[in-house]
């Protein structure tokens, strides 16, 4: 084999490797994250949260709501326990209890509206948790699927190292070091020879170009520097 098809199959290795490995990365992503999840799982999450705070504000309230109806309940039993005689000081208990009266009705209202947004955030919430725990169920079965594409490209990659190794095997340092070269610098290294032309440029070889091609030696391309192949 001539040196310049064996570096040419190198390079259709490396890019096989390179695409392989793209894919397989792809596939490790798909395995780890789940963007339909992730998004459900939030969304519940969100919900679930707002639902804390609201149960907490609830919780607040209800005992400051506690505290104004045991005042209340002191002032009432101040006002009808019959102990207190001075109607001035009675006058004064009345509008306490009417004050405090108010505030609690205040109170008991938000208390309702309150108990009816948690309600109704509860149905909501359970919703949320039955898409996100279905869009759980669908990515473990895509997760399935996905390793066994993922084992697939590993143990193709396997086989692609060794053949990869098999040619090194046969490459001398050197033409290796240029094609490792070519390759930073150009992104393909070995480019093939059509119709007398490089086409990695497009540019038409000499005819002692084309001859000396034709030998067992690596040829570079004269215009664009690649090593060139005739198959
Ligand atoms: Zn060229």
Redesign the pocket.
Known sequence: MSSSKRIYELQQVDLSIQAKSKELEGINLRINHDEAYELAKANHDTARDAQKEREKQYKDLDAEAEGVRAALQQINDKLYGGKIKNPKELVGYEQEAGMFKGNLSGKDDVLLELMEKIDAAKTEIKKLQEIYKTAETDWQSRKVTLTGQADQLKEELAGLEKKRQEILAAVDKETLTAYENIKSRKGQAV?RVEQG???????S?SISELQRVKGISIV???????M?YLS
């Open positions: 480019v032309r490089c086409l990695g440029c497009r540019v070889l570079t391309c004269s215009n664009c520097g690649r060139l």
